[in-house]
T-cell receptor, first 115, second 114 residues
Framework: EADIYQTPRYLVIGTGKKITLECSQT?????MYWYQQDPGMELHLIHY???????EKGDLSSESTVSRIRTEHFPLTLESARPSHTSQYLC??????????????FGPGTRLTVL | KNQVEQSPQSLIILEGKNCTLQCNYTVSPFSNLRWYKQDTGRGPVSLTI?????NTKSNGRYTATLDADTKQSSLHITASQLSDSASYIC?????????????FGRGTQLTVWP
């Protein structure tokens, strides 16, 4: 099993609160990704990073922001949570030398509910 | 438009039975196709990966096939177990961009009953 961790696993929070979802990996992977997944739906890429100080937006527009100050850490922040942000958020990483994101290891996910 | 379609959307089988899940894609240019297993509340875990030149790949009781001409793949599960209950996701990677973009299917929700 891959060494990629996400906290918290579950979060219920009120509208307007600022939240940060943590993702860390101990495998030395340079590429990291954030996906959003609604029940019964496909994963949508919302952010990715090719390394420290590199962040890009994915295919699905998201009001969240990310940062990559350390190789092992890729947190996602929502400045003001809304009910429309209710979803599962999955973090993934790929090792150096991989051709791209096709060799991805996923974390367990954070299930976010905004009331 | 690049897409990945999976069928059936959901499937219920009895323990010990076999089943086959389908994946059709229109992603081009094609790089590889991967099947993931996602348990409820967990992240996806890779089962198999196949490139253009491979037409079958096995991982224990899981056997994936790929027909790159018809752009179809299947995942066959043999002698199902209760622990096979999960969502099975087909993911296709293109090679047309630096990112090597992934296209995800919506998954087939498999339930195995005792």
């Amino acid at each position: 099993e891959a060494d990629i961790y996400q906290t918290p696993r579950y979060l219920v929070i009120g509208t307007g609160k600022k939240i940060t979802l943590e993702c860390s990996q101990t495998m030395g992977h340079d590429k990291m990704y954030w996906y959003q997944q609604d029940p019964g739906m496909e994963l949508h890429l919302i952010h990715y990073s090719y390394g420290v100080n590199s962040t890009e937006k994915g295919d699905l527009s998201s009001e969240s922001t990310v940062s990559r100050i350390r190789t092992e850490h890729f947190p996602l922040t929502l400045e003001s949570a809304r009910p429309s942000h209710t979803s599962q958020y999955l973090c993934a990483s790929s090792p150096p030398g991989s051709a791209g994101p096709d060799t991805q290891y996923f974390g367990p996910g954070t299930r976010l509910t905004v009331l | 438009k690049n897409q990945v379609e999976q069928s059936p959307q959901s499937l219920i089988i009895l323990e010990g039975k076999n089943c086959t899940l389908q994946c059709n894609y229109t992603v081009s240019p094609f790089s590889n196709l991967r099947w993931y297993k996602q348990d409820t509340g967990r992240g996806p875990v890779s089962l198999t990966i196949m490139t253009f030149s491979e037409n079958t790949k096995s991982n224990g009781r899981y056997t994936a096939t790929l027909d790159a001409d018809t752009k179809q793949s299947s995942l066959h599960i043999t002698a199902s177990q209760l622990s096979d209950s999960a969502s099975y996701i087909c993911v296709v990677t293109d090679r047309g961009s630096t990112l090597g973009r992934l296209y995800f299917g919506r998954g087939t929700q498999l339930t195995v009953w005792p």
